[in-house]
């Protein structure tokens, strides 16, 4: 029995492997808290690969159903640049701007969803782990 698990194992071992990419996108901070009276902060954004990475950033309208986390699309908040590319090891400041005329009268609640997209250059038999932030955002009134 022992030999057959140690010739399984060694078969195993020897099956070809396919590269896979690790998540190279970064952002800080984990949490944008607008102070009363601010209409806007900062997302810094960072790739940490060799390769340049396409990143999308989304803003939505965060409440609650019950237990579950609703997300809205909204035009009350928008991110600046929403689309672009980051070069190997460079940084990117994106701007998080609260663009409603109504005044915050009660905390508002969004997420921020910046998106590592899929390099459609990527050879077949890559597998490419890309990451997905959700950062919380919150107006004070």
């Known amino acids: 029995m022992r030999l057959r698990v140690l010739a399984a194992a060694i078969g195993f071992a020897c ?76 940084e990117n400041l994106v701007r998080i701007v609260r663009v409603a005329t109504t005044p915050v009268t009660a905390r508002e609640s969004y997420r921020v969803l910046v998106d590592q997209l899929p390099d459609p250059k990527r050879q077949a038999g890559v597998v490419s782990i890309l990451v997905r932030h959700a950062i919380p955002l919150y107006f004070e009134p």
Request: hydrophobic share 45%; charged share 20%; glycine share 6%.
């Open 15 to 90: 099956l070809p492997v396919t590269a896979a990419d690790a998540a190279s996108l970064r952002v800080a901070p984990v949490l944008l808290d607008v102070a009363s009276g601010q209409t806007g902060t900062t997302l810094r954004v960072s790739n940490d690969d060799k390769v340049p990475i396409r990143v999308q950033v989304r803003v939505y309208l965060w409440t609650h159903k019950g237990n579950d986390d609703v997300l809205s699309p909204t035009k009350a908040v928008v991110a600046s640049p929403p689309i672009g590319v980051l070069k190997p090891g460079a």
